[in-house]
């Protein structure tokens, strides 16, 4: 069966510090990867996905940054993070091409301070 | 751009009702529509999928229905329970393969 984790599940990270954040899939091959971000009092946002190795796109402007150096892994990283790069940070997965299901990690609690 | 809403944004019932969320989006040219479940700073649960040509699925005591055309969806809980509280979640899948999720409705359930 497909499992998907991340980690850590937890980060208190001080202003100006960089990030990397780790999502990786076992049990499928080619899958579409995702990065979303889910701030408080609002809903979630997608940041990244990737179809590929070395696909990456980006929905929105920010201080973060996504890689997928292997099939099954995807990283969000960040040179230096701001404040409002606080929230809560989902990787999710689904089978490469359409109609299919997404399925979510258990998710990252970045605080920034 | 698609835009999901979920109503109401809370809400809070007593033990054995029977309940329905709402789910609606702007742009009826999608995929397939889901329905996750999140606890407390937790990931998200899948529950339904629907597929654009589906009218309803059923898992349990879980029903979706989705009208395309009208763009809407609902999740009919049945009996619900203490342990049904948390926030459900809607997302529509356009293409490029990008979900798009609503706001969120945070249900209690009280004993």
């Known amino acids: 069966s497909q499992t998907i984790h991340q980690w850590p599940a937890t980060l208190v990270q001080p202003v100006g510090s960089p990030l990397s954040l780790e999502c990786t899939v076992e049990?499928?091959?080619?899958?579409?990867l995702y990065w979303y971000r889910q701030a408080a009092g609002r809903g979630l946002q997608l940041l990244f996905y990737?179809?590929?190795?070395?696909?990456i796109s980006s929905e929105v402007p920010q201080n973060l940054s996504a890689s997928r150096p292997q099939d099954r892994q995807f990283i969000l990283s960040s040179k230096k993070l701001l404040l409002s790069d606080s929230g809560f940070y989902l990787c999710?997965?689904?089978?490469?091409?359409?109609?299919?299901?997404?399925?979510f990690g258990q998710g990252t609690r970045l605080t920034v301070v | 751009k698609q835009e999901v809403t979920q109503i109401p944004a809370a809400l809070s019932v007593p033990e054995g009702e029977n309940l329905v969320l709402n789910c609606s989006f702007t742009d009826s040219a999608i995929y397939n529509l889901q329905w996750f479940r999140q606890d407390p700073g937790k990931g998200l649960t899948s529950l339904l999928l629907i597929q654009s040509s589906q009218r309803e699925q059923t898992s349990g005591r879980l029903n979706a229905s989705l009208d395309k055309s009208s763009g809407r969806s609902t999740l009919y809980i049945a009996a619900s329970q203490p342990g049904d509280s948390a926030t459900y979640l809607c997302?529509?899948?356009?293409?490029?393969?990008?979900?798009?999720f609503g706001g969120g409705t945070r249900l209690m359930v009280k004993p």
């Open positions: 049990g499928t091959s080619n899958p579409n």
């Open positions: 990737s179809v590929g190795i070395g696909q």
């Open positions: 999710a997965w689904s089978v490469r091409g359409l109609n299919t299901e997404a399925f």
């Open positions: 997302a529509v899948l356009n293409a490029g393969n990008m979900l798009t």
